[in-house]
């Protein structure tokens, strides 16, 4: 990794985190299928970010949403 050059290391690391979200809205599907797209993504944002960042952000406690 060292090696390559920083704009493909930037590459991969976006490339990882387009991944990394991408298995996570997967899993939220599978495990949620009667969802609607507002409930996965406030389930996706209660997955990624802090309780606190997603109260300070979004309004919402995941925790009294049991998310």
Known sequence: ???????????????LTQSTRELILADLH???????QDE?????????LSRK???AAFGFDPR???H
């Open 53 to 55: 960042e997603v109260i």
């Open 64 to 66: 009294e949403e049991s």
């Open 1 to 15: 990794m060292r090696a390559l050059p920083a704009s493909k290391r930037l590459a991969l690391a976006f490339a």
């Open 40 to 48: 996965i993504r406030r389930r996706f944002i209660a997955r990624v």
């Open 30 to 36: 599978h495990r949620f299928p009667e969802a609607s």
